[in-house]
């Protein structure tokens, strides 16, 4: 069992940044490696970035490749998504999600996720 807590979302102008924060608890010995997704009223939930738990591999979407960065802080339990060069298209609800174990070819798949936290809105004004 893995809980996850979203933070740091909020309303920013066209051009700025945000730094989310994904606080992991429980069994957080178990994680493989955590993903970030997001979901806009009307859309689908989609990938946004991957980030393997012990070795740091990271994998982006090609929408956010070159502004977004994801990382994790294995001894704080917290993994992070960097956000800068903020479009109004990138607003959305925010979630990151972690799992046992990801292979390369399900890291975009939300539905391969069994942990996920409680969402952080984030809203870029034009």
């Known amino acids: 069992q893995v809980q996850l807590v979203e933070s740091g979302g909020g309303l920013v102008q066209a051009g700025g940044s945000l730094r989310l924060s994904c606080a992991a608890s429980g069994r957080t010995g178990n994680i493989y490696a955590m993903g970030w997704f997001r979901q806009a009223p009307g859309k689908e939930r989609e990938f946004v970035a991957f980030v393997t738990w012990s070795g740091g591999t990271t994998y982006y979407a090609d929408s956010v490749k070159g502004r977004f960065t994801i990382s994790r802080d294995n001894a704080k339990n917290t993994g992070y998504l960097q956000m800068n060069s903020l479009k109004p298209e990138d607003t959305a609800t925010y979630y990151c999600?972690?799992?046992?174990?990801?292979?390369?070819?399900?890291?975009?798949?939300?539905?391969?996720?069994?942990?996920w936290g409680q969402g952080t809105q984030v809203t870029v004004s034009s």
């Open positions: 999600a972690a799992d046992n174990y990801i292979p390369a070819a399900r890291r975009q798949d939300a539905k391969k996720y069994d942990y």
